[in-house]
């Protein structure tokens, strides 16, 4: 009997030491399965997308907050990163940054490694402004044959405008409204959203401008990612539309976007 026992407990003992060494591997394996998966999917998700904005461009502002609303509704953290107009952009040329807030359609053109978020972000709106007490009553391109003209160095839109006529540039906004209170110039152009916010904090002036229609200028922004981030698209898109279809913004002032895949104004 006690042969018998001591037989049965070996037995008993070598089948599990058996299985031990059968399935002693298991645990291993899922580890490693484990460790892919941390370095996928999970990680990418929690990764922090690092958005350049110029923070004197009032449009770069509105639409700062604007990505913010889009990457949260994209399940996606964000960062903001302020920089000069030009470095801006540059920046997600060469992948410094993950994004750009906002320009115009065609850069990718211009820049492969660009990738643009086709649903638009935010209208860039320019105007023609003049004191209430001008005569002028509506705008027109060829008043710029006519009438004394200020606009602000290096807003491309006016640049355009521009070309081929003469007028008074300046620095920023303030020495803009100056010229035009002291009668140097008699109408500017600007961006809307920039005069708004001038004249905001210049509530005296508010009262003494007028905005001419019909608008300068009203094109659509994008959002821009890097060519390493172009996997973000689909998802930016998509919650992009789900916003615009929400009314989150309440405006819609182009006539239409530069791509189908946009929402209608």
Same mark, same amino acid.
């Given at each position: 009997?006690?042969?018998?026992?001591?037989?049965?407990?070996?037995?008993?003992?070598?089948? &599990?030491?058996?299985?031990? &060494?059968?399935?002693?591997?298991?645990?291993?394996?899922?580890?490693?399965?484990?460790?892919?998966?941390?370095?996928?999917?999970?990680?990418?998700?929690?990764?922090?997308?690092?958005?350049?904005?110029?923070?004197?461009?009032?449009?770069? #502002?509105?639409?700062?907050?604007?990505?913010?609303?889009?990457?949260?509704?994209?399940?996606?953290?964000?960062?903001? #990163?302020?920089?000069?107009?030009?470095?801006?952009?540059?920046?997600? @040329?060469?992948?410094? @940054?993950? =994004?750009?807030?906002? &320009?115009?359609? +065609?850069?990718?053109?211009?820049?492969?490694?660009?990738?643009? @978020?086709?649903?638009?972000?935010?209208?860039?709106? =320019?105007?023609?402004?003049?004191?209430?007490?001008?005569?002028?009553?509506?705008?027109?391109?060829?008043?710029?044959?006519?009438?004394?003209?200020?606009?602000?160095?290096? #807003?491309?839109?006016?640049?355009?405008?521009?070309?081929?006529?003469?007028?008074?540039?300046? =620095?920023?906004?303030?020495?803009?409204?100056?010229?035009?209170?002291? !009668?140097?110039?008699?109408?500017? *152009? +600007?961006?809307?959203?920039?005069?708004?916010? @001038?004249?905001?904090?210049?509530?005296?002036?508010?009262?003494? *401008?007028?905005?001419?229609?019909?608008?300068?200028?009203?094109?659509?922004?994008?959002?821009?990612?890097?060519?390493?981030?172009?996997?973000?698209?689909?998802? *930016?898109?998509?919650?992009?539309?789900?916003?615009?279809?929400?009314?989150?913004? =309440?405006?819609?002032?182009?006539?239409?976007?530069?791509?189908?895949?946009?929402? !209608?104004?």
């Amino acid at each position: 009997m006690t042969q018998v026992s001591f037989m049965s407990f070996q037995s008993s003992r070598g089948g &599990r030491t058996g299985n031990f &060494r059968k399935w002693k591997g298991l645990p291993l394996s899922l580890l490693a399965l484990a460790l892919l998966l941390c370095m996928g999917a999970p990680c990418a998700a929690q990764k922090t997308y690092r958005i350049s904005y110029s923070p004197e461009a009032e449009i770069h #502002v509105l639409a700062q907050q604007r990505i913010k609303d889009v990457y949260e509704r994209a399940g996606l953290a964000v960062e903001f #990163v302020p920089m000069p107009h030009k470095r801006s952009i540059h920046s997600v @040329v060469d992948g410094t @940054v993950d =994004g750009e807030a906002g &320009r115009i359609a +065609g850069l990718e053109n211009k820049y492969p490694s660009l990738h643009r @978020v086709k649903v638009k972000l935010i209208d860039l709106i =320019g105007a023609a402004y003049v004191m209430e007490d001008s005569p002028l009553t509506r705008y027109s391109e060829e008043l710029l044959d006519t009438v004394r003209v200020g606009a602000i160095f290096g #807003v491309q839109w006016s640049k355009n405008e521009l070309d081929g006529h003469s007028a008074e540039i300046v =620095g920023d906004y303030y020495q803009l409204f100056g010229m035009l209170v002291e !009668k140097r110039v008699d109408m500017v *152009l +600007g961006n809307t959203l920039s005069i708004e916010a @001038v004249l905001r904090k210049e509530e005296n002036r508010r009262h003494h *401008l007028r905005k001419l229609k019909p608008l300068v200028f009203c094109e659509p922004l994008y959002h821009y990612v890097n060519e390493k981030n172009a996997h973000l698209v689909p998802l *930016l898109e998509k919650a992009l539309r789900e916003l615009w279809e929400e009314d989150r913004w =309440g405006e819609r002032f182009c006539v239409q976007d530069k791509t189908d895949s946009a929402p !209608k104004n």
